[in-house]
């Protein structure tokens, strides 16, 4: 009798132990986020009514990076999934399908925002699927995925008014328990911190001469930001939004004669990128440039110039009129 007691008693404490690490109404609210970059923005407009896990870690490559198998299955319990969308995030499509398929409730900031216009700088027609393999096992995105807009939407704070409101609408409508006015509080107190954000960069680039907003990067990363600040992409080291790709020699010498003809002083790298191929390509063909860090596709560690979308933009915007403006 003891010994069956013994057993029941196991058996009870062991189906505890599964209740409790199974997601239920008795967890908390969980909004799950893709890239770090959005993290901080959802974090800011949930405040600390909802618990949020960004997958995406600082410093990490959005187009590429992955997950461990426990994060890949803590998505599934997620009251929301929210994520750039526009192919950004080619290295974990298969978990938001997966997800998608549990019916967890997905939202892709990238669709609440209009379709760059044909021939604007944010129109680039690169396609950000995964790359075609050919026999060596190389392979180009831009040869075969879906052409796609450009998805780095986040370099023009007045696209991000758009996210905040369709993030704001996505947690009322998905999430659980959710106090729905101290999210709209949360959205209308960020969506100011962005109005003056725009204003602080348009204010601090009116200072570089129109002819020397000229921007050289790793790949096409600025075209939203471009278009908003009156800027002209003169060219990138990798000639595709994503960074899947990889340059041709013969993209490498386009890339000298564009450089050498517009006169451009400076190249600016990317945080999230190996600044190597700038460097060689500038020793190879003896260009006389500058090379600026920008963080462009990801946030840094705590307490770095980039550790909030805010500081990302600013440290951005300060190191732009930095590279352009003319010496004094």
């Known amino acids: 009798m003891r010994r069956l007691f013994t057993a029941l008693s196991a058996s009870v404490l062991l189906l505890a132990g599964f209740t409790a690490c199974s997601p239920g109404e008795d967890q908390p609210p969980l909004v799950v986020v893709t890239t770090n970059i959005l993290g901080d923005v959802v974090q800011n407009v949930v405040g600390d009514e909802v618990t949020v896990v960004t997958l995406m870690k600082p410093g990490a490559d959005p187009h590429s990076f992955q997950i461990s198998a426990r994060e890949a299955s803590r998505i599934l319990s997620a009251d929301l999934i929210v994520h750039n969308g526009l192919g950004l ?119 570089i001469p129109p002819e020397r907003r000229k921007l050289v990067t790793n790949h096409h990363v600025f075209g939203y930001f471009a278009d908003r600040f009156g800027f002209t992409l003169v060219g990138a080291v990798i000639p595709s939004a994503t960074t899947l790709a990889a340059p041709s020699a013969a993209d490498l010498h386009d890339l000298t004669s564009v450089l050498n003809d517009a006169g451009v002083e400076t190249i600016f790298a990317e945080s999230s990128q190996s600044d190597k191929l700038i460097r060689v390509l500038a020793d190879e063909v003896n260009l006389d440039v500058t090379i600026i860090q920008l963080y462009t596709e990801s946030l840094d560690v705590e307490g770095s110039p980039a550790d909030t979308y805010l500081a990302m933009m600013r440290t951005n915007t300060e190191r732009i009129v930095t590279g352009l403006s003319p010496p004094e």
């Open 89 to 207: 995030e080619v290295g974990l499509e298969h978990h938001l399908d997966a997800a998608r398929r549990q019916g967890v409730p997905m939202l892709a900031v990238g669709d609440a925002l209009e379709p760059p216009a044909p021939g604007s700088q944010a129109h680039h027609g690169h396609a950000h699927g995964p790359p075609p393999r050919d026999e060596g096992g190389a392979g180009n995105p831009d040869e075969s995925a879906e052409a796609m807009p450009d998805p780095h939407f986040w370099t023009d704070p007045q696209q991000m008014i758009t996210v905040v409101r369709a993030i704001s609408e996505g947690v009322r409508k998905n999430v659980r328990d959710v106090n729905e006015r101290a999210i709209r509080d949360h959205e209308y107190a960020y969506t100011a911190e962005l109005v003056a954000l725009d204003r602080e960069m348009g204010e601090a680039f009116s200072r």
